[in-house]
């Protein structure tokens, strides 16, 4: 059931409907923090899985691509 349908309903009910009504809002806001808790995680993980990428590159596969391996921490100290 939406939560819409929630609201409209409790708004013409009576008041037990308006504790359901807050605990669906709590559980929507709950499940939208976890979701954007590991959205921030998958990309801290696509950040170290690059890392760990560019430390396995050859000194000179990374002076083909214009990095030296100094550069590398730098590179994601900046975007963290």
């Given at each position: 059931m939406?939560?819409?349908s929630l609201i409209a309903r409790s708004s013409a009910s009576p008041a037990g409907y308006a504790l359901i009504e807050?605990?669906?809002q709590l559980a929507v806001a709950g499940c939208r923090a976890v979701t954007?808790?590991?959205k921030r995680l998958v990309a801290a993980q696509r950040r170290a899985?690059?890392?760990?990428?560019?430390?396995a590159l050859s000194d000179r596969s990374l002076k083909d691509i214009g990095l030296e391996r100094n550069q590398i921490e730098r590179l994601f100290r900046r975007r963290a």
């Open positions: 939406e939560v819409s807050i605990l669906v954007a808790l590991g899985r690059a890392r760990r990428e560019l430390y």
